[in-house]
């Protein structure tokens, strides 16, 4: 049955560890990179005393190569400049640098900082970007991400995303933590935790929001919660399973799994719970909703015509059309930002791995080399795809580029990690 298919990788994660160690930090390791990648210099900016580490170029540095479009050069043995005017661009294009990164840390009173920096063109010997923050220290890492998606845009045209979020859950022991972290995992903020599994967050379009599915009454029912205050809601708690909520684009409403009437359909209801309107009908099992950019189409995982695959539905109603066609089983699909492609699970052989669809083309090619992958969540930008699997015995989070050559692991010593979304 598709259900008990679905779940499989679920459960199967539930039951790797029957005790966990504390806590860690979540670690990060990149493996491969672009072709072609941007050569960035990143000099150490002046430095403030008893400012955070690590420093901002360290941090903004590690972003870029998790694109898998940077690769950072040495800056050892050179003269560090700190600002516009002290740079040699002859220095620089000798040793190899297309762009660098320069700045200044200081102090303020009441201990504030103020950081500014610069983004120079080395070929061209031309400043691209300069920017100034008064920040505290809690924003030192937010500084650091908004600096690299700044080099981004700059150098490649595409805005970055390492200013974003990502919400994932957590087996530690017996308990389920939801968390919402920084896009490498750093800054961990547990939103929620519960003895019974919690699956399937969800980031509102503005960030302010997570909708989640919670076993803690004995049954999966859908919460929106508050990020701002942590107050949260029941928005579907009808009888028999609610599951699977996803967000339309406007952060209005949600598409929702229910099986209050017969088997699993998907229906909308709005945030607070109001409102609610069935979308498909029939005996077969349709879940794993989720809404296409403009709001206007629901892409969703379907047994209907003898296994699982993807299928598309106008969200005013409709016949659902079939979209994906190569393999038996595919399944939880994410649309991208800019509605070109569908990454799902496809499972071929026996191993579970993600996949990215053309929808303009029906083509589609397997982005990973795991096994049992699930979950596959874009990013902001369109650039990636943040995905769960399985790596020896543990659950860890992953992400990797839309051609696949990047690969990106989180993970947290002897801690589960799953069923991740990203957001802003």
């Not at 190569?65 to 002290?86: K, L, T, Y």
């Amino acid at each position: 049955m598709l259900r008990a298919v679905l779940l499989f990788p679920l459960l199967c994660l539930a039951l790797l560890h029957p005790s966990f160690s504390a806590w860690a930090a979540m670690e990060i390791q990149v493996v491969g990179g672009g072709a072609s990648q941007i050569a960035v210099a990143m000099v150490p900016f002046q430095a403030a005393p008893d400012q955070p580490m690590p420093a901002l170029t360290d941090i903004a540095g590690k972003d870029l190569e998790r694109s898998g479009q940077f690769r950072r050069v040495d800056v050892s043995g050179v003269q560090p400049p700190f600002s516009p005017a002290q740079v040699n661009y002859d220095v620089w294009r000798n040793k190899g640098a297309d762009a660098l990164v320069i700045g200044q840390v200081a102090a303020l009173p009441g201990g504030r900082f103020d950081v500014r920096f610069y983004l120079l063109d080395v070929v061209r010997q031309t400043q691209l970007a300069a920017f100034s923050y008064d920040i505290s220290p809690n924003q030192w890492r937010a500084t650091a991400h908004q600096i690299a998606d700044i080099v981004h845009e700059k150098l490649t045209g595409i805005p970055g995303a390492f200013g974003s979020r990502i919400a994932y859950v957590q087996k530690r022991g017996s308990q389920f933590e939801l968390k919402v972290a920084d896009a490498d995992g750093q800054n961990p903020r547990t939103v929620m935790r519960s003895v019974e599994p919690v699956i399937s967050p969800r980031l509102s379009p503005d960030g302010g929001r997570v909708a989640y599915v919670s076993f803690e009454d004995k049954k999966p029912i859908v919460y929106v919660q508050s990020l701002k205050d942590g107050s949260r809601r029941k928005v579907a708690a009808f009888k028999g399973s609610n599951s699977a909520p996803a967000w339309a684009p406007d952060g209005r409403r949600l598409a929702v799994v229910l099986t209050r009437d017969e088997a699993s359909q998907i229906y909308l209801i709005n945030a607070d719970g109001s409102g609610l309107t069935r979308l498909t009908r029939g005996g077969n099992l349709d879940t794993e909703p989720v809404f296409s950019p403009d709001g206007k189409t629901l892409y969703f995982t379907s047994d209907r015509g003898g296994s699982a695959q993807i299928y598309q539905m106008p969200v005013s109603g409709g016949e659902p059309r079939r979209v994906s066609f190569n393999g038996r089983y595919n399944a939880s699909p994410a649309v991208s930002p800019d509605g070109r492609y569908l990454a799902y699970i496809n499972r071929e052989e026996g191993r579970f791995r993600v996949a990215l669809h053309e929808l303009a083309t029906g083509q589609m090619r397997v982005l990973t080399d795991t096994e049992r992958d699930e979950s596959p969540s874009f990013a902001p930008n369109g650039q990636a795809v943040l995905y769960a699997t399985v790596l020896g015995r543990q659950g860890i989070l992953g992400a990797v580029t839309l051609d696949g050559k990047t690969r990106t692991r989180l993970s947290e010593s002897g801690v589960d990690a799953r069923e991740p979304a990203w957001g802003q």
